[in-house]
Each structure stands twice: as structure tokens, then as C-alpha cells.
């Protein structure tokens, strides 16, 4: 193992904040009762949930009401996705995504499209990986009935016009005179950094994870707006009203609440200090390594988000030289590290599947250092250029940037 180890893969998952895990630790031992019992314990439990539950309305510019607690981000964007889709089928069959959402949305659009008789929309983003309010405008039909664009890249990390798009859809919804289509955002990489207020936002439905902002790994919430009708994916209990039975992990929504609480409290400043970080790298990997190129935008993009192809090898190749090296990285999201296939985003972006295959994400985070990237810009060179010497892998040069 390596002498120092440097932890590049916040996007996938961020340690716990010890002010969070402090906050946690009473619901794992002494304050352990179920919400729905009657007695003293569980009373306590559910007055705490929803304390929990205040807190990240407030900070969401929400009800109460309007706050779900679910398992992870994953079972949000399903809950959102599926469940509106199949619970509104009645007013139209047809919804609009990006081709670059996470899994977590892009596979529940597949199966309402392959299994389910609906028919999906998949915009394409320009070469830095936006998408426009213009593209949605352009798509959208009388049976339109959900839109969902993630709020910021959980692999490139650009950020996406949410503000735009949302109030374009609701101003197309006042024009024909219905409640439909309604916008959902997966904001689970957007939490440590961008605004959440769902006013602002234009927002009908959002999706958060603990486990992006220093919380606890399987608790996420989804916002849904007062009136939104949803079809549950589970049934047994009448927990979450019914939209999200069984008994809730009290631990993790107490920590959600506090994470959520510290990363918007701190966002600006820790926002600030990550650019610059983020900024060195980006420039140290593109000067002092030949045949780099930055994927997405260069500015409009998250604070700690760096993502480079380095072509003529292969990502996993180079993620596993780090990795001896004590430099933890990835070649894309986690959901999907296991398979060999290349990013669907890169792909999105017009790159051909030798540009997916070498490209590596970098994501920094609260204990990212000047001296990490220091030692990452002084690493990585001689490990280039050592796997490109042994790789049959050549990329036309035009994709040099």
C-alpha cells in the first residue's frame, strides 16, 4: 500500500462529516425506537424525524409535507420517474430526459419505454454537455407529461439551465391550461454547491442523497410538490404516506438533515476553495501531459469536478497505476465501474468509444489539499506515459484539446 493516499472520488461517495456522525450516534444506540410505535421511544423518534424533516424543508424553501425520505438517490429518481409516470399516464405517454442522466433515471425512462408503452425523449447536450431550455421547448408535445434534467453531471460536472427549464415548463403549463408536465431535477451532485430552492428552481420534484454531502450512505430524500399524484414501487406499510413504506432509518434521516444543513451553510466558501484547487489541476494535467482533453464545460461546471481523457490508453489502466500510488479515482460513476462499457455521457458528447475508454474523474472535496494535487500532477505524468508506451490504443489527433 501506498504511503500517502489521496482520496479523488467525492462524486461517488463522501466520507462522513464527524459533526454528522456525532449527530447520528443517539439513534444508534440509546434512541433506537420505531417512529410508528406509540410509546415513549417511538415518539421520540418521530418528533426528531420530523425536526429532520423541518430542517430540509426550510432549506429547500418547501412544506413539510412535501419532504419524502427514501433509501438513496437512486430509489428518488425511480420513485419520481416511475412512480409519476405510471400514476399520470392518463393525461400522456411521453416524457423528456438528457441522453447524460445518471443510471438511476436513464433506466427507469428504458423500462417505461421498452416494458410500459411510453415514449421518451433523449436530448442530446452540445460538446461541453449542456443542455438548453430551447431543446426542451422544442420537445415538448400535448401528452408531454414529465421532464427530467439533472440538476449537475455526476461524471463531467457540468451544470445544467434547471432555472430556465423549469420556468419554461411552467409557464407551458399555464398557457395550455393543465397541471402537466411537471419538471424533476436529480440534485444529489448539486447539494454541497448550488442553491436548492425549489422556488427558484421552478422545480415540481428533486432528488437528494446523503451520501454526496458528508451524510450517511442509504438515506435520500425527494422533494414532490403539494398535489403531485405518485404510484408507490413499494407497498406494506403506510409510512411516508404510503409512498415509501416500511420503517425509516431515523439515523440516517437525523444525519441527512445535519449534512444538508452544513454543506448549504458552508457551500460558498468551501465552493470558493475547490475552484481553485479544481482550476490547478485542470491546467497542470493539460500543460504538462500531451494528447488531454477536458470533458465539459470549463467554467459552468461543479467546484470539484475534474474530468480528463487521456487518450491513446485506457481509464482502468490508469485508474489501478493510481491506485498503487495511493491516488483513488475513478473512470466514470460508481453505479457503473464495474462494466467495461464506456461512459454514456462521454459518448453523448460526440466522442468516439477510444476517448470514453481513457477518461478519468477526478472529484475533490473538503479534505483535498494544494499538496494533493501537488503530488497527483507530479504522479501522473510518468504513468501516462508508461501505459501509452505498452497501448495499441491511437485517437485521430483532431480530439486533442
Known sequence: MAERQIYLDNAATTPIDPRVFEAMLPYLSGKYGNPSSFHTLGKQAKDDMIESRSQIAEILNSRSDEILFASGGTESDNLAVLGFARANQANGKHLITTAIEHHAVLEAMIQLEKKEGFEITYLKPDSDGLVSASQVSEALRPDTILVSVMYANNEIGTIQPIKEIGNLVQKYRKEKKQSWPVFHTDACQASGFLDLDVEKLHVDLLTLNGSKMYGPKGVGILYMKRGIKLQPLQFGG???????????????????????????????????????????????????IPKTRLNGHLTTRLPNNVNISFLDIEGEALVLYLDAAGIFASTGSACTSASLEPSHVILALGMPY??????????????????????????????????????PVRVDEKYYR
Open 354 to 391: 477510444e476517448v470514453a475508454h481513457g477518461s478519468i474523474r477526478f472529484t475533490l472535496g473538503h479534505y483535498t489539499t494544494d499538496e494533493d494535487i501537488d503530488y497527483v500532477l507530479k504522479t501522473l505524468p510518468p504513468l501516462v506515459e508508461k501505459l501509452r508506451s505498452i497501448s
Open 238 to 288: 403506510s409510512q411516508e404516506r404510503g409512498l415509501r413504506p416500511g420503517t425509516e432509518n431515523v439515523a440516517g434521516i437525523i444525519g441527512m438533515a445535519k449534512a444538508l444543513t452544513l454543506a448549504q451553510k458552508d457551500k460558498v466558501n468551501e465552493s470558493k476553495r475547490l475552484v481553485q484547487l479544481r482550476d490547478k489541476l485542470i491546467n497542470g494535467i493539460l500543460k504538462s
